[in-house]
């Protein structure tokens, strides 16, 4: 591959993510930032740093790989007629242990119509206090309190190229100047329903080959980091006859993955370089609780590390991409993940270390 760069500008960016500007400045780089969106989520680009069309096109065949892998995993193992099943033998059972025939039908309607009405009292409830509680995040956390402590990336930083942003059921993505918003989340809606989803972002930053820091040893570490502010509430209902066990799942799953791009037989490849991901330790889970759990998100998050040997690189780009997902698993009527007010995501640029 020849060692012209995929980007197609060379000259310094600077902090060319508004995420990373302050307010004042927020309108200058309006125009540096292109926004869209599609079936899968919203798409954040960068328009200084264009790509070579056969890489861009390589690059949506990534994304379009990765949210039908996220599709496959979210794929729920007990299917419907399954739960339909083991609920109809849970009756079974009930009737047998107690020797009740003809009002088991009944006390099945009861408990469905009281679960319903249960879990519509908790969105309104949960939407209400939300409201009251709204603030702007970046009220709270303004870019002008931490431009003391922020050292603007030096030349061999990856620069920020894209983002694309997934959203769970009932959940929306926003960009704004201060970074990436997500508002709502899931909610299993249905009798003896459950729900396996996610929302977060990939983002895509790229080295040239021309500011590729100088190693002795050729190894070289990247330990990039986000910001993630806001909160999560998650409601775990309480056990139920027909739909068993009331859970409410959130885990937060970090990956980086250093790649560049080689022939293929229909156009420009991934081949990965490093990887590395990780389930965080920050996670809700309820279970049976019959109530809600708040959790406040970190604020500064390091991303899994990698190291790599520069000697052993192809000629051209190297690319990096970190993921940033909250996986979410629901059980029972009334179960769900919301975000409590929002949640927000912020990326940075950042420069791998000579080791």
């Known amino acids: 591959m020849s060692t012209q760069s995929h980007f197609q500008q060379e000259t310094t960016p600077g902090l060319v993510y508004p995420s990373q500007i302050t307010a004042g400045e927020a309108s200058a780089c309006n125009g540096h930032v292109k926004t869209s969106s599609d079936n899968n989520g919203l798409i954040i680009e960068n328009p200084a740093q264009q790509m070579a069309s ?3 096109r390589a690059l949506d065949t990534r994304r379009a790989a ?14 419907r007629d399954m739960r339909r099943e083991l609920s109809d033998s849970r009756l079974r059972t009930i009737s047998k242990l107690t020797g009740a025939n003809q009002n088991l039908e009944t006390l099945k309607g009861e408990l469905r ?5 249960r879990s519509d009292q908790i969105s309104v409830q949960l939407s209400d206090r939300i409201k009251r509680e709204s603030l702007r995040i970046s009220d709270l ?9 922020q050292p603007e990336p030096v030349d061999h930083s990856f620069w920020w190229a894209r983002t694309d942003a997934t959203a769970a059921p009932a959940t929306r993505a926003e ?3 201060d970074g990436l918003h997500f508002f709502g989340g899931p909610k299993v809606n249905d009798y003896d329903g459950s729900m396996d989803t996610s929302f977060g972002a990939v983002a895509l930053f ?3 080959p021309s500011r590729f820091p100088t190693s002795a040893s050729g190894l070289v570490r990247s330990s990039p980091h986000v910001e993630l502010f806001g909160g999560v509430v998650a409601h775990a209902p309480d056990f139920d006859l027909i739909q068993g066990d009331g859970i409410a799942e959130c885990r937060l799953f970090l990956r980086q993955t250093i790649f560049q791009f080689g022939f293929g037989p229909n156009g ?3 081949l990965v370089v490093a990887d590395a991901r990780v389930n965080d330790e920050w996670h809700i889970r309820l279970k049976n609780l019959g109530a809600s759990r708040h959790g406040d998100l970190p604020g500064f998050k390091l991303l899994p590390p990698v190291t790599y040997n520069q000697n052993n690189l192809r000629p051209g780009d190297l690319l990096a991409e970190i993921e940033v997902r909250f996986d979410i698993h629901l059980n029972c009527t009334g179960a769900l993940v919301w975000c409590d007010p929002e949640v927000l995501l912020r990326t940075f640029q950042w420069a791998p270390t000579p080791l």
């Open 54 to 56: 056969d890489v861009a």
């Open 66 to 79: 990765h949210i039908d892998a996220l599709a496959i995993a979210h794929e729920p193992i007990v299917t």
């Open 113 to 117: 119509d009281g679960a319903l009405k």
């Open 141 to 149: 956390y303004k870019w002008s309190d931490q431009m003391a402590v």
């Open 175 to 177: 960009f704004r100047d």
């Open 206 to 208: 790229g080295l040239s």
């Open 268 to 270: 420009p490849v991934p």
